[in-house]
């Protein structure tokens, strides 16, 4: 599968930003879909991610009740809403998908086959 994320841009603190990832392919809907991201100078981190089967939903602490994230899986699709944006949400934002891996890797990005390209999200304060 390959993946194509849009979205990011410069937002002021407090503001909003829908990024997406378009993914190619006729299983989509067999994906696991996450996203990471990663700060300048900082490792790689996990942000959210959507089951394939059933649609649960997993958010870092860090992002919970401020992101959320959902599936087009007519559209290939996978978005990430964020709201109440903070500087410290200031990253490049990948989405990755992965398919047959158990739950309790869920957060690992080394469990995931396929990643996107970054789209950049620069939060002013």
């Known amino acids: 599968v390959q993946l194509q994320a849009s979205g990011g841009g410069l937002v002021q603190a407090g503001g909003s930003l829908r990024l997406s990832c378009a993914a190619s392919g006729r299983t989509f809907s067999s994906y696991d879909m996450a996203w990471?991201?990663?700060a300048p100078g900082k490792e790689r981190e996990f942000v959210v991610a959507i089951r394939s089967t059933g649609g649960s939903?997993?958010?870092a602490d860090s992002v919970k009740g401020r992101f959320t994230i959902s599936r087009d899986n007519a559209k290939n699709t996978v978005y990430l809403q964020m709201n109440s944006l903070k500087?410290?949400?200031?990253?490049?934002?990948y989405c990755a998908a992965r398919i047959g891996k158990i739950l309790a890797t869920v957060r690992f990005a080394g469990s995931y086959a396929?990643?996107?390209q970054g789209t950049l999200v620069t939060v002013s304060s």
């Open 114 to 116: 396929y990643w996107g």
């Open 87 to 93: 500087p410290e949400d200031t990253a490049d934002y």
């Open 36 to 38: 990471f991201r990663q």
């Open 57 to 59: 939903t997993y958010y």
